[in-house]
């Protein structure tokens, strides 16, 4: 069978070296904005977990199985924001090797934190290099229109 290519903008990466892939469009430009509101919501996720964990005694059962199923949730809605965010497939399960996003890691940070501190700068680097060959292409664009004008 052959293959038919597409490009689409879509930049993959590789995660850990595991083939794990994370991909996002650069060339999206309503990206970056979604990327810093998901920011923004899975930091107000750690703080819904800081509150709860003050509010919860952890050696009584009870509140242990609550704290479970509320990180359980937490997972989910940050993993959800992520989704929604970079608006095309990325298996964040896989990606964090099964584990919940905010847990401790040996870095000190928990794993949502070691992912925005790597993917940041490459987002903001890719965006800007679009921004950046989209400005050129289109200054061209005007001087190639003011050529054709000036022959007239």
């Not at 979604?34 to 998901?38: D, P, Q």
């Not at 679009?130 to 989209?134: E, F, H, N, P």
């Not at 292409?137 to 061209?140: L, N, V, Y």
């Given at each position: 069978m052959?293959?038919l290519?597409?490009?689409t903008g879509?930049?993959?990466?590789e995660?850990?070296?595991?083939?794990?892939?994370?991909?996002?469009?650069?060339?999206?430009?309503?990206l970056?904005a979604?990327?810093?509101?998901?920011k923004?919501?899975?930091?107000?996720?750690g703080?819904?977990?800081?509150?709860k964990?003050?509010?919860l005694d952890?050696?009584?059962r009870?509140?242990?199985?609550?704290?479970?199923?509320?990180?359980?949730?937490?997972?989910?809605?940050?993993?959800q924001?992520l989704k929604?965010?970079?608006a095309?497939?990325?298996?964040?399960?896989a990606?964090?090797?099964?584990v919940?996003?905010?847990s401790?890691t040996?870095?000190?940070?928990?794993?949502i934190?070691?992912?925005?501190?790597?993917?940041t700068?490459?987002?903001?680097?890719?965006?800007a290099n679009?921004?950046?060959?989209?400005a050129q292409?289109?200054?061209?664009k005007?001087?190639?229109n003011?050529?054709?004008r000036?022959?007239?």
């Open positions: 052959e293959k290519r597409i490009s879509l930049k993959r990466y995660v850990n070296d595991r083939g794990i892939i994370f991909s996002f469009n650069p060339t999206d430009a309503n970056y979604r990327f810093l509101r998901t923004e919501k899975i930091e107000a996720i703080d819904e977990l800081e509150k964990k003050a509010e952890l050696e009584n009870s509140d242990s199985e609550e704290a479970a199923f509320f990180l359980e949730a937490a997972d989910k809605k940050c993993k924001a929604e965010c970079f095309v497939e990325n298996d964040f399960d990606m964090f090797d099964y919940n996003c905010y401790v040996d870095t000190g940070n928990c794993v934190v070691n992912f925005l501190k790597a993917i700068p490459i987002i903001e680097r890719d965006v679009y921004t950046k060959s989209k292409r289109a200054a061209s005007v001087k190639q003011k050529k054709k000036s022959r007239k």
